[in-house]
């Protein structure tokens, strides 16, 4: 995905948001903020995205938005009650209406055969308490890997919670 057509999809995000007066915010790790940048691209943000939290690491995830240090010794960072906990985190965090988490191991190295290179979990919860995760492996390099989980962590919100707005 471009990065012009990232930008529409960040356009098309925000368009549903402020017509339903809501806020987002994200919770990243493998990309690092990327989400929170493709968002802030589009003029006007500011009206619909509260804030972004970059949770590299296992202790940011822990103090910054509230993953139990439990959940990441059992599942490691790159799981699904992770990414489910660091959306719910966010929220509160954030007092927004949605969140988005992505934890993933974007490359070259720190895959295994349960979770190679390209292993992305993404998690979306809303403020009335909904919730959806996906668990996606991509190919490519780092940069690849990432933009495509940008791409994918904006679409899921947009098609489970605003496409019908």
């Given at each position: ?16 948001l402020k017509a339903r007066g809501a806020t987002m915010t994200t919770a990243e790790s493998c990309t690092g903020g990327w989400i929170a940048k493709t ?73 295994s055969a349960e979770k190679p290179v390209g292993t992305v979990w993404f998690g979306v919860a809303s403020a009335n308490g909904q919730g959806v995760t ?32």
């Amino acid at each position: 995905m471009t990065d012009s057509e990232l930008l529409l999809l960040s356009e098309q995000v925000g368009l549903a948001l402020k017509a339903r007066g809501a806020t987002m915010t994200t919770a990243e790790s493998c990309t690092g903020g990327w989400i929170a940048k493709t968002i802030t691209d589009v003029a006007g943000s500011s009206a619909w995205f509260e804030r972004g939290f970059v949770t590299y690491s296992n202790e940011a995830k822990s103090q910054m938005i509230g993953v139990r240090e439990v959940t990441l010794e059992q599942h490691g960072a790159v799981s699904e009650p992770v990414v489910v906990e660091m959306a719910i985190g966010a929220l509160r965090a954030a007092r927004a209406d949605f969140a988005v988490s992505v934890s993933g191991i974007a490359g070259p190295d720190g895959g295994s055969a349960e979770k190679p290179v390209g292993t992305v979990w993404f998690g979306v919860a809303s403020a009335n308490g909904q919730g959806v995760t996906q668990r996606e492996c991509f190919s490519g390099d780092r940069e690849s890997v990432r933009r495509q989980a940008t791409a994918y962590a904006l679409k899921l919100l947009w098609q489970q919670f605003l496409q019908n707005t």
